[in-house]
């Protein structure tokens, strides 16, 4: 039991550390759009450099791309905030408690939306003429987020019974 514990410990700092690294890109892409818009520097690089020139530089230096990064980026640092008190929860020994069911039905909504946010700036870019090699649409997400709303419908029928078991003791 002590080394699920451990493995429970690792996997909750892990995603600790990824809802940080997903902090530090917010703030580096707000930074992104603070410097590609509101100051001189934007003037000062050599756009020729880049696959398509000035036209690469102007999409990708758009607030409304930079924008639908940030989103994409907060859904996976709040998805990875949850998972992360999910293991929080087991190594605490609390499983069949209510915070499990609610996390679990966050977490799907979440991968809803991500099914669809995901290929936003994918989609943007390819408005504006720059190839992209991914789908329209991640039906992963959308699978993942009917697998965890079925694992919390689940897991919210075990806390009836547990509750029942507690109380016929």
Known sequence: MNSEKGVFKALKWLFSFFVGIMGVAVASLTALIIIFNFTSI??????????FGAFTFDVLSSPLFLLLLIANIVLYGVLFYFVRSFFK?????????R?????AKKISIILLVLSVT??????YASMHDISVND???DLTYLVGAS?????????EKANLIAEENELTI
Not at 89 to 97: K, P, S, T, Y
């Open 42 to 51: 934007a003037q000062e690089y050599r756009v020729e450099e880049l696959p």
């Open 89 to 97: 929860n087991l190594e605490l020994d609390q499983i069949f408690v």
């Open 99 to 103: 915070t499990n069911v609610v996390t």
């Open 118 to 123: 995901s290929c936003l700036p994918d989609v």
């Open 135 to 137: 789908s329209a649409f």
């Open 147 to 155: 697998i965890v709303w079925a694992l919390a419908k689940i897991l």
